[in-house]
């Protein structure tokens, strides 16, 4: 299995433009798969100068409905004739906003997506398998959701209440030795991802799991996850998965990755634009 990330905030090259976003390009044996589109049309662009052909890709995930994950999508309905997308019914049935200093911003999908409706597949049982690939909609609360949440909400009868993030969904690819975990943003928590993935599959590795964590660094919008706190996420992720490598990005701010890195040591490294990652673990043993 191959994994490039198209758009993240960093990069790790001079040639690939960077944004508040995310989005995979990931191929399996059987598939070419988008996950998320970040936020503009910029993982075209970068994708375009990787030589990745975004036509042939035949499977596209949506992680959750804020526009750094969603925004692109058009952009790729555009060129692509073929994918299906897969994604949670509630990414269209709310507006999502967020709220900093009394100033709200609308943060949810684009109208015109509405024009391509024959190419969405709405995910609602608890789990749902495809080939390989898996989209899991129900999520274990046992643990804390990240505390930036709370400046995330949704529409409700011309109000603005309390984001659920009902619109969230984790995909998971299997392999022959174990899975791989997507995640876009954990905003239902990492930590809940993770046991949710154990939960359903009790018997499988997870050999590694990618993308944001949704912890983000303190700032003055909103109260942030303290050190002890981040510590603790940090291990019990080594506990549920001592052999788990992590690569996150995004929605990690640099004070939690380093907190994370002090506890999880080389268990968890940096995803950035460009960074490729050739999972062959599974095919060299088998």
């Known amino acids: 299995m191959k994994i490039i990330t198209l758009v993240d905030n960093s990069s790790i090259s001079k040639k690939l433009a960077t944004e508040h976003g995310l989005s995979l390009y990931i191929e399996t044996e ?7 589109t970040g936020k503009t049309d910029l993982f075209i662009q970068n994708a ?8 042939e890709v035949d499977f596209v995930v949506i992680s959750h409905g804020h526009s750094d994950h969603i ?47 024959d190419r969405f597949v709405f995910i609602e049982s608890a789990c749902n398998v495809f080939d ?68 359903f599959f009790p018997n499988l590795q997870i050999n590694t799991v990618i993308g944001g964590f949704h912890l983000i660094d303190n700032n003055e919008f909103v109260e942030t996850e303290s050190e002890n706190e981040i510590k603790f996420i940090g291990e019990e992720l080594k506990r549920l998965t001592p052999e788990t490598i992590y690569y996150t990005g995004h929605c990690t701010g640099e004070n939690a990755y380093k907190i994370l890195s002090s506890v999880l040591n080389k268990q968890i490294q940096k995803l950035n634009t460009f960074v490729k990652l050739n999972l062959l673990k599974d095919e060299k043993n088998n």
């Open 30 to 36: 059987k598939h070419k798969i988008l996950f998320d």
């Open 48 to 55: 375009e100068k990787l030589n990745i052909d975004l036509k």
């Open 71 to 117: 925004g692109g999508l058009v952009y790729f309905l555009k060129i692509n004739q073929k994918a299906h997308v897969y994604l949670k019914k509630e990414v269209f049935t709310n507006h999502y906003y967020s709220i900093r200093n009394e100033t709200q911003k609308y943060i949810g999908y684009a109208s015109e997506l509405f024009d391509y409706n």
């Open 132 to 199: 390989d690939l898996i989209l899991i909609t129900n999520f274990d609360k046992k643990y804390a959701e990240p505390k930036a949440n709370k400046m995330l909400f949704k529409e409700h009868d011309f109000k603005l209440i309390p984001d659920d993030f009902h619109h969230e969904l984790i995909f998971v690819i299997q392999t022959k030795n174990g899975l791989t975990i997507f995640s876009g943003c954990a905003h239902n928590g990492i930590l809940n991802i993770v046991a949710t993935v154990k939960r």
